[in-house]
């Protein structure tokens, strides 16, 4: 059996109108609610129009195919590469090199010869003195 | 002589001009629909809640989502239950994102304080609706989800995710502390 003060509570409870919503609150809804709508009518232009959108891509896609050949813009490219300074004077600087490591002698050898000897030694110095290290950290771990 | 029919240009023409303000419409509509039901919405997430800030922010999200479907919704009959499980589901998950302070209310089985606070007013529903406000949310989220949404226990224990026992024993002691938290104040 229920107690009065429950059947009191009861009819309260049940008797208990909305609260009413703060003002603000439909302000901020509608700006969201305007925002989507413009998104959603910008939307359905898009796809409205998107056969046309498609097609001029495609119109487009197939005018650049016609007019590269035509144009060559890659050949102009390479030709203004070509005709740069800066390329010029790195031909240069390589020419320079080359000569001096041909030309060069020290004990009857071309500087070329040498500095790849040098280079080559080094790098057996290295590998060997790896190898070596390594052989002897797994003998002392063993 | 040869009429030349218009290129179809991309641009606002007469019928993206008349979508636009068929949209215009649809959105004054809404706000007519908004007013209707923003009480009612706000209610059902404040309750649960027990904050009414927070209770803002759900009903502004809830609306949002009826805008998504409003286009079915605003013809449907069952467009005040939607609303409410929406508003309801939404302030759930809002409780749901602090579940650790959730869980701590859920699982204690201390007594609640009966908390002490001077009424701004002597209206009895007013004081009712505050100490609602007032109760933990473990006793206030079934006792609201019963006696406003008139969910079964069984539905309740299946949205929080607890058993029907602990249901039972929560609204038992929601209204007990409810009468308390009146008594205290009357």
């Not at chain 1, 909305?18 to 603000?24: F, H, K, R, V, Y």
């Not at chain 1, 500095?115 to 190898?131: E, K, N, P, Q, R």
């Not at chain 2, 069952?78 to 929406?86: D, E, Q, S």
């Amino acid at each position: 059996m229920k107690e009065p003060n429950e059947d009191w509570l009861d009819q309260e409870l049940k008797a208990l109108p909305d609260l009413e919503a703060p003002p603000e609150l439909l302000p901020k809804v509608m700006r969201s609610v305007q925002r989507r709508s413009v998104q959603r009518w910008l939307l359905s232009i898009f796809r409205q129009h998107l056969p046309f959108i498609k097609n001029s891509c495609l119109g487009l896609a197939l005018a650049v195919m016609v007019l590269v050949p035509l144009f060559n813009p890659g050949g102009a490219m390479i030709g203004f590469l070509i005709h740069s300074p800066f390329l010029h004077f790195l031909e240069d600087i390589l020419d320079v090199g080359h000569t001096i490591l041909t030309n060069l002698r020290i004990f009857q050898l071309p500087l070329g010869w040498l500095v790849a000897l040098v280079a080559g030694l080094s790098y057996l110095t290295c590998i060997l003195a790896a190898s070596t290290i390594r052989h002897l950290a797994t003998a002392k771990r063993s | 002589m040869v009429n030349a029919a218009p290129l179809p240009l991309i641009g606002i023409d007469d019928q993206d001009a008349s979508g636009l303000d068929a949209r215009m419409a649809e959105v004054q509509e809404f706000e007519t629909f908004v007013r209707n039901y923003q009480n009612m919405v706000f209610s059902v997430a404040a309750r649960i809640v027990g904050n009414p800030i927070d209770a803002q922010d759900i009903a502004q999200e809830v609306f949002i989502k009826a805008y998504q479907r409003f286009d079915e919704l605003k013809d449907s009959g069952t467009i005040g239950g939607w609303l409410k499980t929406v508003a309801t589901n939404l302030s759930i998950n809002h409780l749901n994102r602090y579940r650790a302070r959730w869980r701590f209310f859920s699982e204690e089985e201390t007594e609640f304080e009966i908390p002490t606070f001077t009424p701004p007013t002597d209206d009895r529903r007013e004081l009712l609706e505050l100490a609602i406000q007032k109760l933990p949310d473990a006793q206030r989220v079934p006792l609201v989800l019963f006696h406003f949404q008139d969910l079964s226990y069984d539905e309740i224990a299946d949205k929080l995710g607890i058993s029907l026992a602990k249901v039972k024993t929560d609204i038992h002691r929601g209204r007990d502390s409810l009468r308390k938290i009146l008594v205290k104040t009357s």
